[in-house]
């Protein structure tokens, strides 16, 4: 155990040291401090004397539950991950699958999101303490059980996810299911933001009353129960505290043993032979052209790719809460009711490392400059026909069964038109200006999309949403201030300037292509 919990140790320090270079250290710093921010305001806000014992250890309680939720939901959400070194690594090697385990799981608090969590996690002694010493003890159990419970529990949760996006039944349920357990923990904020001074104030106290059932809260709980004199309880929530963390740490070993037995699919989509037989083999009339099968090609990874559903489940979240969001409550702020903005600057997120995607496989076009314009035209044009009904469903929904009707339609649409447009264009240019590896398809865990995410990808991602902004200025001039009929010019604008977006992204992406393709490949190789 000595020697390969050494080693796992060493790798993962080695790796750290490696990413945390240029724009990255950048990046990482930058939510560090934000994050380090947030943990000292929480800590602050617990050992506050001036409240009711109620509103400081329910607004604790939620604080905690909103963090326990980040290290579940983030990772799979995002395809961002701290954790840097995966079962898989370890497949080819003759070594113990339980140890491997066990290192890999108390090794992983390496880097900077686990001693934040520790920092943050301290609300639960820090508030023990300003209310009474009796209730120490209970919460220093507490403190590290619950530590254990998020780390824990992300690790499992994003493990199982990418072994269970293997094959293509079980990849289109775990996303819808995971799409409607956030959807609606995500819409819930909403309401609570809504009447968040009630909250405060304690005239509201349900989602405190919500917050402390939920396991993450459990530790503020046991205080509480002590503090009213119910030892029962309190210690009745620690040790269902403590027995989850057993649980999972069980759970996370299954896990990881399941690599090593062999009862992971690899599967990653239909094969060639398989789509032969299903009769779409073909390749006739616009697909038979350069431009079309890039065109077909791109379509078939959008559809089958793991990793590039699992980075349209934003989209289709956002663009859910954007088109039925707010028919249900008027505090949603994205609403689609003048334009589906939110969900194409998810979109163009998602699309925004098509190269990264490729892997090493981008050695073929490498080989052949001639062929980047098409190649460069036709992601585009995939992108498009994949990011359009995401802009376009909210838009009629909103419409539809909202108030506003055809009000001002051309508002919405030349919005939705204009941003479509220049997104295309960003997609092209941050796939090779701001590339970067993710893990195979074939590879589990593979989910882990932006575990190299840059800070040149950062800054070109903030770039795009300025532009966005920009570009929606002329139409939407247009629209609101011309009389009567006239604000129909809004739409044949936004047209051009959505095809000069999508010209001129192709334009600069080619060119990058073509002077800098050596470059790219190399850092777009998953290491």
């Known amino acids: 155990m000595k020697s390969v919990g050494r080693t796992v140790l060493q790798m993962r320090i080695t790796l750290y040291r490696r990413q945390f270079k240029?724009?990255?250290?950048?990046?990482?710093?930058?939510?560090g401090l934000l994050g380090l921010a947030l943990a000292v305001l929480a800590c602050v806000m617990a050992a506050r004397t001036d409240a009711s014992q109620v509103l400081v250890g329910g607004t604790a309680s939620l604080g905690l539950t909103l963090t326990g939720l980040s290290w579940v939901l983030f990772p799979v959400l995002s395809g961002i991950s701290d954790d840097n070194i995966q079962p898989r690594h370890f497949q080819l090697l003759s070594v113990d699958p339980a140890r491997l385990a066990r290192a890999l799981l108390t090794t992983s608090v390496i880097g900077m999101v686990v001693p934040l969590t520790i920092v943050a996690t301290a609300s639960i002694p820090i508030y023990a303490l300003s209310r009474s010493v009796a209730a120490v003890p209970l919460a220093l159990v507490?403190?590290?059980?619950?530590?254990?419970?998020?780390?824990?529990?992300s690790r499992v949760v994003t493990l199982a996810m990418s072994q269970l996006l293997k094959s293509r039944r079980s990849r289109e349920f775990a996303l819808l299911a995971f799409g409607a357990v956030f959807g609606g923990l995500y819409f819930l904020q909403f309401p609570i933001t809504q009447n968040l001074d009630r909250v405060l104030s304690g005239e509201v106290t349900w989602p405190l009353t919500l917050a402390h059932s939920i396991p993450f809260g459990w530790g503020?709980?046991?205080?509480?129960?002590?503090?009213?004199?119910?030892?029962?309880?309190?210690?009745?929530a620690v040790v269902g505290l403590l027995l989850l963390d057993v649980t999972l740490v069980w759970a996370w070993q299954r896990l990881v043993l399941r690599h090593f037995e062999g009862r992971v699919s690899t599967s990653s989509g239909s094969t060639r032979k398989q789509t032969a037989e299903k009769g779409r083999d073909g390749a006739t009339?616009?697909?038979?052209?350069?431009?079309?099968?890039?065109?077909?090609?791109?379509?078939?990874?959008?559809?089958?790719?793991?990793?590039?559903?699992?980075?349209?489940?934003?989209?289709?979240?956002?663009?859910?809460?954007?088109?039925i969001g707010p028919l249900v409550t008027d505090s949603i702020p994205f609403s689609a009711a003048w334009g589906a903005w939110i969900a194409i600057f998810m979109a163009m997120?998602?699309?925004?490392?098509?190269?990264?995607?490729?892997?090493?496989?981008?050695?073929?076009?490498?080989?052949?400059?001639?062929?980047?314009?098409?190649?460069?035209?036709g992601r585009q044009i995939a992108w498009l026909l994949v990011a359009t009904p995401f802009a376009i469903v909210p838009v009629v929904v909103v419409r539809v069964f909202g108030d506003l009707g055809l009000d001002r339609w051309e508002i919405p649409v030349a919005v939705t038109i204009s941003m479509l447009g220049v997104s295309a264009g960003l997609t092209a240019v941050n796939s090779v200006r701001g590339a970067y590896p993710v893990p195979e398809a074939t590879k589990s865990f593979s989910m882990n999309t932006r575990g190299s995410f840059t800070g040149n990808a950062f800054v070109f991602l903030i770039l795009g949403i300025v532009v966005l902004a920009v570009s929606v200025v002329p139409a939407l001039v247009l629209a609101l201030l011309l009389p009567g009929a006239w604000t129909y010019l809004s739409i044949p604008v936004a047209v051009a300037i959505g095809w000069l977006g999508m010209w001129w992204g192709a334009r600069m992406a080619v060119g990058t292509l073509v002077r800098d393709?050596?470059?790219?490949?190399?850092?777009v190789i998953s290491r």
């Open 220 to 236: 503020i709980t046991g205080v509480d129960a002590v503090l009213e004199g119910n030892w029962l309880l309190a210690i009745g």
């Open 285 to 323: 009339g616009w697909r038979a052209t350069r431009v079309g099968a890039v065109v077909t090609r791109e379509l078939s990874l959008w559809r089958g790719d793991m990793r590039r559903r699992s980075q349209l489940l934003s989209v289709l979240i956002f663009a859910v809460l954007a088109g």
């Open 22 to 31: 240029g724009g990255q250290a950048v990046v990482k710093t930058v939510f």
């Open 349 to 377: 997120g998602a699309g925004s490392n098509s190269y990264g995607l490729d892997g090493g496989s981008m050695w073929h076009l490498v080989m052949i400059p001639q062929a980047l314009p098409d190649d460069i035209r």
């Open 142 to 153: 507490a403190w590290p059980a619950t530590v254990v419970f998020f780390v824990t529990l």
């Open 517 to 523: 393709s050596d470059r790219i490949l190399n850092s």
